[in-house]
């Protein structure tokens, strides 16, 4: 289902991309060392990376600096694909696609997959299910992590989002840097202090159990209504 990204307008800088509508912002240069390190994660198996939201470019630039064979991407908004579509102009293995990423998946198994897109929050709580038939055992997911500490709403059960997985079989690796006042916010970075923590999940069979996940969903919303 498209979310709030579909028909957002931005502002593009050299530094940011700035939400019109809210003034928020949709990605800033000062994100480049999570970038990096969601990069050196999704990229561990070479193979073909699985990517949800181009931005600015940064974490798809650092994917691309290192040994993989193909390089998907999908991107909902207009203005972002454009630049998504000019940036990969001089990539052969990067495949941009134009959509909802939840139903915009080519139908095959992936070697890592990162999900960070901007006002995504109708698919972002069925992330873990809506990705399980295009992982393998093995598969590494990572996201944007929008809690400072090592846990995850994916993890805790954060707000209306249903615990997935369990903490401990996710690895955080710890990034310093200085996070501005305004994006200390809920659903962006909530927390204190300046340390990212970046999760990696290496996914069994049983953390990509379709069946087991779509149905941990269905029991969690029965439950909110």
Not at 33 to 40: C, L, T
Not at 99 to 121: E, H, L
Not at 180 to 196: M, Q, V
Request: charged letters at 25%.
């Amino acid at each position: 289902m498209k979310g709030y990204a579909a028909e957002a307008k931005y502002t593009f800088t050299d530094t940011q991309i700035l939400d019109e509508s809210s003034g928020w912002d949709v990605m800033s240069d000062w994100e480049d060392p999570i970038m990096v390190k969601h990069g050196e994660i999704v990229t561990k198996n070479g193979g073909d990376i699985l990517e949800f939201g181009f931005g600015m470019g940064i974490s798809a630039t650092h994917i691309q600096s290192h040994d993989i064979n193909s390089h998907t991407i999908i991107e909902i908004n207009d203005d972002v694909y454009e630049r998504l579509l000019k940036w990969a102009e001089d990539k052969p293995n990067v495949i941009p696609i134009k959509g909802d990423w939840a139903d915009s998946i080519p139908d095959k198994q992936y070697d890592a997959v990162f999900y960070d897109p901007y006002g995504d929050m109708m698919n972002k709580r069925g992330f873990p299910w809506l990705i399980a038939p295009y992982c393998k055992e093995g598969t590494i997911v990572s996201w944007y992590n929008n809690i400072l500490r090592p846990s995850s709403v994916y993890s805790e059960g954060y707000e209306k989002v249903h615990h997935y997985w369990n903490n401990d079989r996710i690895n955080f690796y710890e990034v310093e840097l200085e996070i501005p006042d305004n994006a200390r916010i809920k659903w962006y970075l909530e927390g204190d202090g300046n340390i990212y923590y970046a999760p990696e999940l290496v996914v069994n069979k049983d953390e990509i159990n379709f069946d087991k996940l779509s149905n941990i969903s269905i029991n969690h919303y029965n439950r909110s209504v």
